[in-house]
């Protein structure tokens, strides 16, 4: 079964300009969450879809949104992009649904804003 | 708000020494928890993940374990080598149902000495 997958795996942007990411789960995987990696903050939790709607949302700005289309495929857009946006993207799925479940991460998308 | 905290930050050890690292939580109403590696600019390596109903985890040279009313996971690597130098992250899962937000730890950055 192939795992998740990011794409690109690496962005360099300018400030003011917009990025989309994509992420695509693990087959029969119905949610996904996108976690921001920064040397000062750590793993932060961005937002989570499942079947199409957000369930969860962390702490960002508006300037951050995503969606998740019908086969559970999601991207993230970032607009007016600052410095600060540089990070390390990731994103996991899980089952989700009725249980509690394992949540498995892709390789994640480096991205950089000059 | 659930904090999720690892010491040491760093450490360093001889390649073959046994080694503990620490995870602590500060609400224990947790439902897994989730060790992690992670090589730099690499993503997340799923290492072990202790259910609910665990209280610890093993595979191969590695034993986790989990005592969630003292707010605590222990990771515990037997036999170290060069290879398993890396940083290492826990993450909790909250326990109310639909909430897919894992909580991650600061991260220990282990080097082993050959």
């Known amino acids: 079964k192939a795992g998740v997958t990011q794409t690109p795996r690496y962005l360099i942007k300018t400030r003011g300009q917009q990025v989309t990411l994509s992420c695509s789960p693990i087959?029969?995987?119905?949610?996904v969450s996108w976690y921001q990696q920064t040397p000062g903050q750590g793993l932060q939790f961005l937002f989570e879809?499942?079947?199409?709607?957000?369930?969860n949302k962390g702490n960002f700005p508006g300037r951050f949104s995503g969606r998740q289309f019908s086969n559970s495929r999601s991207e993230m857009n970032v607009s007016t992009l600052e410095l600060g946006d540089s990070a390390l993207y990731l994103c996991?799925?899980?089952?989700?649904?009725?249980?509690?479940?394992?949540?498995?991460f892709g390789p994640g998308t480096r991205l950089t804003v000059l | 708000k659930q904090e999720v905290t690892q010491i040491p930050a760093a450490l360093s050890v001889p390649e073959g020494e046994n080694l503990v690292l620490n995870c602590s939580f500060t609400?224990?109403?947790?439902?897994?928890l989730q060790w992690f590696r992670q090589d730099p600019g690499k993503g997340l390596t799923s290492l072990l993940l202790?259910?609910?109903?665990?209280r610890e985890q093993t595979s191969g040279r590695l034993n986790a374990s989990l005592d969630k009313s003292s707010g605590r996971s222990t990771l515990y690597i037997a036999a170290s080598q060069p290879g398993d130098s890396a940083t290492y992250l826990c993450?909790?899962?909250?326990?109310?149902?639909?909430?897919?937000?894992?909580?991650f730890g600061t991260g220990t950055r282990l080097t082993i000495i050959p």
């Open positions: 996991a799925s899980s089952l989700g649904g009725s249980s509690y479940n394992e949540q498995f």
């Open positions: 087959s029969g995987h119905r949610s």
């Open positions: 879809y499942f079947s199409e709607t957000q369930r």
């Open positions: 609400d224990s109403a947790i439902y897994n």
């Open positions: 202790i259910q609910s109903s665990q």
């Open positions: 993450a909790v899962y909250p326990s109310n149902f639909g909430n897919e937000k894992l909580t």
